[in-house]
């Protein structure tokens, strides 16, 4: 087991770059720039709808395994089995996380891994949500009538509901304490559970859930899209290039822009505890928070994670404003900002797996260990995993380096690519398409530099 128990964002030794980190940065920022430039040869005359269309073919063996009742009952029956590990985990386990089963299940498979996975094939949460499962399986034995109708609420209570779970992970100090975890993991599911039956599933979900809207937006970027006919039934299943779905049509609105920006700055801020610039901002505040004691601590994280939100917010708001200034076309600001809001999404996605790489790749392997004894009751269940030891040998401090670089120019030149054909939908000639977008290749570079600027804080010594 690993010494360091459960630390989402824990590395090992720190790798000693070849070269000075800044030829890194720039050599990456410099990547994204001629992706730019590919784009606007290659690309540059799509305009209207041709712009955001994209070829995908249709793959009919997957039809029958859409339409199967199977995937859902075994995804959810997994969800639910989860959900317990958690729960019963949690309250009856030990409290070190380091042998707590609840914590890796939460942390590291859900949280982190999930996420880097769904990007990659689909929205996995369709099939894995508990909560669904539960609802759907006493919906068939008592068919359920919401109470009251959901007023007009876009997706602001699901944004709210990942602040504050991004607040448990990042500001309270109790992301490390399973019991903590179970008893919210217990609210949660009443929560929603409720919310369900009184304001209906779809509802519930589309608009409250935080999971649910945050998988939906991922799976947007995977390569699996799924078209329905006029009663909602599966009418057949396509593949498409990673990336493209983002551009497909969709409500419009600041919710939905807030989501996004949600996305970046928390992982950003998870990002930006681990630098000086973090501990400066702490020793600054230092005569505000310390008479609060314990509580303190809470109240400077969370006020930093909402700053860094607010702020990303408001420069990607002034950012489209200098789009549309140099699109030179009336638009709708509201949606024109959710459109290239969604195109930030493969940014968010990239920043998640380079900054969990570790993480993910070798404490996951801690779990296999517990599953012999995951209560820590002196259980033998499993002897044959009980003396597995992590392999090391995808988690070296000069794999991670570079893997991380490789992730963020990948994802920011597709960023680049999406927000390039956005435009081309927005604005009317391929000049002013180029024009709208030298604000965003200005945005896409800072951003690339500035990520592994953060990232290389925690991985290497010349950081």
Known sequence: MLDAGILLHGFGPRYDLPAPLLYYIFAAGGVVLI???????????????????????????????????????VGGTIGVLALLVVVITGLFGSSNPQYNPAEYFTWIYFWAGLVIVSGLVGNLWYLLNPWTAIFDLVARIVPPQPVWKLPSVGVWPAAAAYFLFACLELTSGMANRPQVVAVLAIAYTVVTLAGMVLYGRDEWLEHCEAFTVLFWVVGRFGP??????????????????WGVGLLKPSTAGW?????????????????????????????????????????????????????????????????????????????????????????????????NAAHNYSYVV???????PLLNDPLQKGWHLWPAVAGLQPSFALAQASTIWFAQIILIVVGHVIAVYLSHLRA????????????SQYPMLVLMVTYTMTSLLILAQQTTKAG
């Open 255 to 351: 919710d939905r822009v807030f989501f996004v920006i949600l996305m970046l700055s928390t992982l950003a801020f998870d990002g930006i505890l681990g630098t000086p610039a973090w501990q400066d901002f702490n020793v600054t505040l230092e005569p505000l928070w310390l008479p609060m004691g314990q509580l303190g601590f809470f109240f400077v994280k969370t006020l930093g994670l909402t700053l860094v939100t607010v702020g990303f917010l408001l420069v990607f708001v002034a950012f489209i404003e200098m789009v549309i200034y140099f699109g030179s076309r009336k638009v709708d600001l509201v949606t024109t900002a959710t459109g290239f809001a969604y195109t930030l999404v493969p940014i968010a996605l990239v920043y």
């Open 224 to 241: 699996v899209e799924a078209e329905r006919d006029e009663t909602g039934s599966i009418s057949a299943v396509y593949v498409r290039p």
């Open 35 to 73: 992706s730019f430039v590919l784009v606007v040869v290659f690309a540059g005359d799509q305009l209207g709808a041709k712009a955001v269309q994209y070829p995908r073919r249709v793959v009919p063996f997957l039809l029958p395994v859409a339409r199967s009742p199977l995937p859902r009952a």
């Open 362 to 368: 070798l404490q996951s392997q801690s779990l296999l």
């Open 424 to 435: 081309g939908e927005r604005f009317r000639t391929a000049q002013r398409v180029l024009l």
